[in-house]
């Protein structure tokens, strides 16, 4: 499992290994401990983790919003479990 974050110091979405204690920010150099942050969605694989990660990045750019309402990151993991649903690992 991997668990998609914020770092809390530049805002940059990444993700990290479910098991992982921490992880560096690869932007700014911040420790993200997922204790301490938002976990938005936990995904199967670290490639979907990284094309997710990208996509909210952009969903936040593009509509000019600071952060995701739990609304927003409830409709995230729905559309990712659906996703899942029709692509089932091989
Ligand atoms: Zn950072």
Same mark, same amino acid.
């Given at each position: +499992?991997?668990?998609?974050?914020? %770092?809390?110091? %530049?805002? $940059?979405? $990444?993700? +990290? /290994? *479910?098991?992982?204690?921490? !992880?560096? %920010?690869? #932007? %700014?150099?911040? $420790?993200?401990?997922?204790?301490? #942050?938002?976990?938005?969605? /936990? #995904?199967? !694989?670290?490639?979907?983790? =990284? $094309?997710?990660?990208?996509?909210?990045?952009?969903?936040?750019?593009?509509? *000019? !919003? *600071?952060?995701?309402?739990?609304? =927003?990151?409830?409709?995230?993991? =729905? =559309?990712?479990?659906?996703? #899942?649903?029709?692509?089932?690992?091989?």
């Amino acid at each position: +499992m991997y668990l998609i974050v914020r %770092c809390p110091g %530049c805002l $940059t979405f $990444t993700y +990290m /290994d *479910k098991y992982q204690k921490w !992880k560096l %920010c690869p #932007v %700014c150099g911040e $420790t993200i401990s997922p204790g301490k #942050v938002q976990v938005y969605i /936990d #995904v199967n !694989k670290p490639g979907e983790a =990284e $094309t997710i990660a990208r996509q909210l990045q952009k969903y936040l750019q593009d509509n *000019k !919003k *600071k952060d995701l309402s739990n609304e =927003e990151i409830q409709n995230i993991r =729905e =559309e990712y479990a659906g996703w #899942v649903r029709s692509n089932p690992p091989l």
